[in-house]
């Protein structure tokens, strides 16, 4: 090239840099490929633009620009690195061996090299070429976790595990004190079917390192696939109690005892364990989270309570252990709790539907409506695909516009409800009754309340309300038949069924039997005008 253009050539490169710097990449290919016009040897610009073409993943171009630029300067090890990551892309494995050659010519004592070059054997299923850049890099570096790893892959691919347990044995002999070479043989042997061999391996190792959760957990593994189920259980239990031992690895433990419930052993091994957790681990929340769990799932709501309430006190940050302990509150009738936790929960997670769902239910049970329909209205505009949850919500809404004399919006809101789920049983139960009550759509109220009985059968409230909305068409025998069936499944034998008893039997023309059955449930606590007029008038008032 004359001055004139190798003037040319640096502008035009460093105009390109610059295009490049901006991220201005077609107007900087562009430039870089004008220079490698005016000078095909250019190396620098033959690099930069297969680097572009690969960000465009264009690794055939980018393969043979790189392959021109090495040739030009085969001292630089970014052009060869880059190579080798087109050679990979491209499935040119074969052509790497020489990539490699070349890197390790211009860095001798670099491992990764190596490696790199081992790997590519390995690909290529050379695996003693790979053997020997192994025993290369081991003059470098001497004995390493990774050398080990990686011979293990190669012996066991071709199938010589008397080769890698040799290797192993080697390990061990070298340096006694180290339980992961005991851990990696024990492994190698239980993954070949010589459980026999681990077993031994793992004694050895117990009795070096008695305290190892590692080798108590192997020894589990070894002990369960010789079907000594108690023996590994022990296992279990000893590793679980150490507290250095990883709880995360604890955790997923006990849940792998999931799959097997409703089995009572298994169910009780998990609760064991997690319990042992909790001792291991006190000041570790998840402990206390996964114990509960374990307590819910064997129905011991009481002791599960507590360890979510010792959870949250641990970490607050844990929204799931919050849900799981005001349910169980509302479940105990804890309705206090259920508002304390539940708003306390609200004030680090407010956008939670089901927490806003759970905690107006709980205002709902306490009767302070107008609270309620606040938090249940935000659980309906913060949730719009959880089914269960908006017909549960808009069914509770019902509940409270009801208690509130909106009867409007009660039926707007159980019609909502059943929307997104016809067969809501509550829903449809309540909307009957409510209906009945007013003497509204009874028909509707017929058809939703015999439903709800088909769906949950020996529910005496359902079945008194199927009796009522009998009564109220007028159907006296129906309703006889349904309050009998409704007194035969209340085990309380409440003050209300009765009353309805007597009112049937009144228009069933037994007046005796309606007096009667008004007096005892008077005599069960209905303390109201109406009941006493009807006993004292003898008829039916509504």
């Not at 239980?190 to 080798?215: C, M, Q």
């Not at 799932?297 to 607050?316: F, G, I, T």
């Not at 009754?433 to 759509?441: A, C, I, K, V």
Request: net charge negative; aromatic share 10%; charged share 25%.
């Amino acid at each position: 090239m004359t001055a004139t253009d190798s003037a040319m050539v640096k502008q035009l490169f460093f105009s390109a840099l610059s295009a490049k710097t901006i991220e201005n990449t077609t107007l900087a290919s562009e430039l870089f490929e004008r220079v490698t016009q005016l000078d095909p040897a250019n190396d620098a610009s033959l690099y930069e633009l297969a680097i572009l073409k690969k960000t465009k993943n264009n690794y055939a171009d980018a393969q043979t620009l790189l392959e021109k630029a090495v040739t030009v300067n085969p001292d630089n090890e970014w052009y060869w690195t880059a190579l080798a990551d087109c050679y990979e892309k491209n499935n040119g494995i074969d052509k790497l061996d020489n990539v490699f050659n070349e890197l390790i010519r211009i860095h001798p004592d670099k491992p990764d090299y190596y490696y790199d070059k081992a790997n590519a054997f390995f690909y290529l299923n050379k695996y003693d070429d790979a053997l020997k850049v192994y025993d290369k890099i081991e003059e470098l570096t001497g004995p390493t976790d990774d050398l080990l790893a990686n011979r293990q892959k190669i012996y066991l691919k071709q199938g010589k595990v008397d080769l890698a347990a040799q290797q192993l044995e080697q390990m061990i002999t070298a340096d006694p004190s180290q339980i992961k070479y005991y851990l990696f043989l024990a492994q190698l042997y239980s993954s070949n079917n010589f459980t026999d061999k681990a077993l031994k391996v793992l004694l050895s190792a117990e009795k070096i390192k008695p305290n190892s959760g590692l080798v108590h957990l192997a020894l589990a593994d070894v002990y369960r696939d010789k079907k000594n189920v108690e023996a590994s259980y022990n296992e279990l239990t000893l590793a679980f109690a150490i507290p250095d031992l990883d709880i995360e690895q604890k955790i997923k433990i006990v849940l792998g005892y999931l799959p097997q419930f409703p089995d009572p052993n298994a169910k009780a091994s998990a609760l064991e364990l997690s319990r042992i957790l909790t001792v291991a681990h006190p000041q570790d929340a998840k402990a206390y989270a996964i114990y509960g769990d374990m307590l819910l799932q064997n129905e011991k709501l009481k002791d599960a309570k507590a360890m979510y309430q010792k959870s949250v006190a641990l970490n607050s940050q844990v929204y799931e252990v919050q849900e799981q302990l005001v349910r169980i509150e509302l479940g105990d009738n804890d309705i206090e709790g259920a508002i304390k936790d539940g708003e306390n929960s609200l004030s680090l997670f407010p956008n939670q539907a089901w927490m806003n769902y759970l905690v107006g239910v709980a205002w709902l049970q306490k009767k302070d409506y107008h609270k309620a329909v606040g938090y249940i209205k935000n659980a309906t505009s913060l949730e719009l695909q959880d089914k269960d949850l908006l017909s549960q919500s808009f069914s509770s809404l019902g509940d409270c516009y009801h208690d509130l004399k909106d009867n409007k919006s009660a039926y707007e809101a159980y019609d909502k409800a059943l929307t997104y789920n016809a067969d809501n049983a509550f829903t449809l139960n309540n909307y009957a009754y409510y209906l009945s009550l007013t003497g509204e759509q009874l028909d509707k109220a017929e058809k939703m309340s015999k439903r709800s009985n088909e769906l949950q059968p020996n529910n005496a409230s359902f079945e008194d309300t199927y009796a009522w909305v009998l009564f109220k068409q007028k159907d006296y025998k129906g309703a006889k038949t349904w309050i009998d069936k409704a007194l035969a499944n209340d085990t309380t034998k409440s003050a209300g069924k009765i009353e309805h008893y007597g009112d049937i039997l009144f228009y069933l023309g037994d007046v005796d039997g309606a007096v009667d059955n008004w007096k005892k449930a008077k005599d069960k606590g209905d303390k109201s005008p109406v009941l006493e007029r009807k006993i004292n008038e003898k008829k039916y008032i509504e």
